[in-house]
């Protein structure tokens, strides 16, 4: 049984969770150690089943408890070179056989699982998305995107599950008075994030390839709402001729909250 899940979605942290019958692994922990167990244990999911952490990027939202956890359960840390390089201050020592570097487009292979990183347009090191394959099916976390490359296209199409960005409204990121123009030249950018109308189109594509579940994730609290990630996302889908919950299902996670978990045979 293959079960997959967000502990928290957002810029204040990230933290995804899949397990197999041979264990589980986290893909980021941007909260800190004792945030991210206390909501494994809230959740009835035994961090001492964990066998590893994945590294998207560098970015404190995504690494920020992941040397205090990867350390006090002796679990393996994976990266790209880039991405070490960019976050060895925030992980402070991990021990040189835990600190496992990855490549980009080569799948490794841990417990029953074959992991593919891909590259992923976002103004980090060296960022990856991931696409992981059980023995029966297939999930897949795409976040941080600047925008829908054919590449990461091309890497989740045909998984059962995304976790697929929707950022912001762009209309309220530019009328947002508390954001420098700089900072909203970077998140609008091809290096930043993902709007709900860009989001909403690689939903559609995603749908379209077979992909069964969309969890929308990462969502600005500033500049969007989980209602309207969700509408944008889920008129797109009907547009496209899309029946919700018999074609396809769509959920919004949380920033605080684990989503809903999908378990699959």
């Known amino acids: 049984m293959t079960r997959f899940c967000t502990l928290f979605s957002g810029s204040s942290g990230n933290a995804v969770y899949l397990s197999t019958d041979q264990g589980s692994i986290l893909i980021d922990c941007g909260m800190s150690g004792r945030q991210t167990l206390d909501a494994m244990r809230q959740n009835g999911l035994s961090p001492e089943e964990l066998k590893a952490i994945l590294i998207t990027h560098e970015h404190s939202d995504h690494v920020k408890g992941a040397g205090i956890l990867a350390r006090r359960l002796g679990l393996p840390i994976y990266a790209t070179e880039g991405t070490w390089t960019g976050m060895e201050a925030a992980v402070g020592d991990i021990p040189p056989q835990h600190r496992v570097v990855i490549t980009a487009g080569e799948s490794f292979f841990l417990n029953d699982l074959e992991i593919l990183p891909f590259s992923i347009p976002h103004d980090a090191n060296d960022p990856t998305g991931y696409r992981i394959y059980t023995p029966r099916t297939s999930v897949a976390v795409a976040t941080d995107l600047g925008y829908f490359a ?11 599950v995304v976790l697929l960005e929707s950022n912001h409204d762009p209309d309220m990121l530019r009328q947002n008075a508390f954001y420098p123009a700089q900072l909203k030249k970077r998140i ?35 500049n969007n709402t989980p209602d ?26 949380g920033r605080f909250r684990t989503s809903c978990m999908y378990t699959m045979a």
């Open 228 to 253: 309207l990630a969700y509408r944008t996302a889920l008129s797109a889908l009907e547009n496209a001729g899309a029946q919700l919950d018999q074609d396809v299902t769509l959920n919004v996670a």
């Open 150 to 160: 054919d590449s990461v296209r091309d890497a989740v199409t045909g998984a059962e």
């Open 188 to 222: 609008l950018g091809k290096k930043g994030h993902l709007s709900n109308e860009s989001g909403a189109e690689a939903a559609v594509a995603l749908a379209k390839s077979g992909t069964r579940h969309l969890l929308l994730g990462h969502l600005s609290s500033e």
